[in-house]
Each structure stands twice: as structure tokens, then as C-alpha cells.
């Protein structure tokens, strides 16, 4: 288990080299869910539901083409990005599983469909190598496992 500054400090020192680094990265987060259940107009029932999601993918990813400038945010050190006082975590995405969990249980999306916000954007354009470019909060970050050493960073 690291802190959240000592695990942001070790990813920066290793994104140093500039070399791909794959990584697969954990996510969890609190789901906001609508007053109503779409379907039926109900209210939504008390409920905590939370989004944990795994990506595979590496670090220190560039684009295709250049490292054009960024629609949104800047970048930091290496594998960050910030905008509007927030922290994202940079990579090129492969593959996301992603779980949801109602009150801390495993629950299939088809559940809790009739009360989750719209479905999220649709699939972003991969490069030849089947990765996309993506950001992630870096508040959400669980977990970071480094593929090719077999580290395990646990956020406290």
C-alpha cells in the first residue's frame, strides 16, 4: 500500500525513460444516479452504487502523428494531464472491464440500467495498435499493476 503522492511520484519516475510501460489500472467511483427510474417514473430507491473499472493499456502513449495539442488540459510530468484544478492519469488504452457494485455488491449493469445517467460516449477511435487515448481521474485510481515487473501499487 503507497500513498496517492508516493504512488504519483514512482509513475513519474518511471515514464521517465520515455519506453511504453503497460500497465493495468484500477478505477472505483460514485455513481450518480437519477431521481427518477427512467422506465417508470419511481423514485429511485436509497441506494450506493459505484462504478470499478480495470484498463489495460500502457503508459507514456502518444498519438499517432504527433502529440498534437490537447483538446482539454495540459500536460504535466509524464503519464499527467491537468485541468480545471483536477489530476488525470494518461495512458493508451487497450481493453476495460468495467463492474458496477450496488451497496458494495457486484450487480449487473442491467439492474441498475433504469436509474444510471446515459450510456457515455461511444467507443474512441483506436490507432494501429488497438489503443485509444484516454484519461482517467486520478482521485478514482485504486491500483496500478506494472505488467512487465509484476509491481502491485495499492492506493492507501
Known amino acids: 500500500m503507497v500513498e496517492r503522492d508516493e504512488l ?7 515514464c521517465e ?6 500497465v493495468r489500472v484500477t478505477t472505483l467511483k460514485a455513481v450518480k444516479l437519477l431521481k427518477k427510474n ?7 430507491p436509497a441506494m450506493k452504487v459505484e462504478k470499478a473499472s480495470t484498463v489495460e493499456g500502457v ?3 502518444q498519438v499517432p502523428g504527433g502529440a498534437g495539442p490537447r483538446k482539454w488540459g495540459e500536460h504535466l510530468d509524464a503519464p499527467f494531464v491537468g485541468h480545471k484544478g ?10 476495460t472491464v468495467t463492474r458496477y457494485l450496488r451497496d458494495g455488491v457486484e450487480t449487473p449493469r442491467a439492474e441498475l440500467d433504469a436509474w444510471l ?16 487515448s484516454r484519461d482517467l481521474t486520478w482521485d478514482d485510481v485504486t491500483r496500478v499493476e506494472v505488467l512487465d515487473t509484476g509491481e502491485v501499487l495499492e492506493v492507501r
Open 17 to 22: 525513460s520515455g519506453d511504453l510501460i503497460r
Open 117 to 132: 445517467p446515459g450510456k457515455g460516449k461511444a467507443d474512441q477511435e483506436r490507432d494501429g495498435e488497438g489503443f485509444a
Open 86 to 95: 483536477k489530476l488525470y492519469l494518461h495512458l493508451g488504452e487497450r481493453d
Open 59 to 61: 503508459l507514456n502513449y
Open 8 to 14: 504519483k511520484d514512482r509513475l513519474v519516475r518511471e
Open 38 to 44: 427512467r422506465e417508470t417514473g419511481a423514485p429511485t
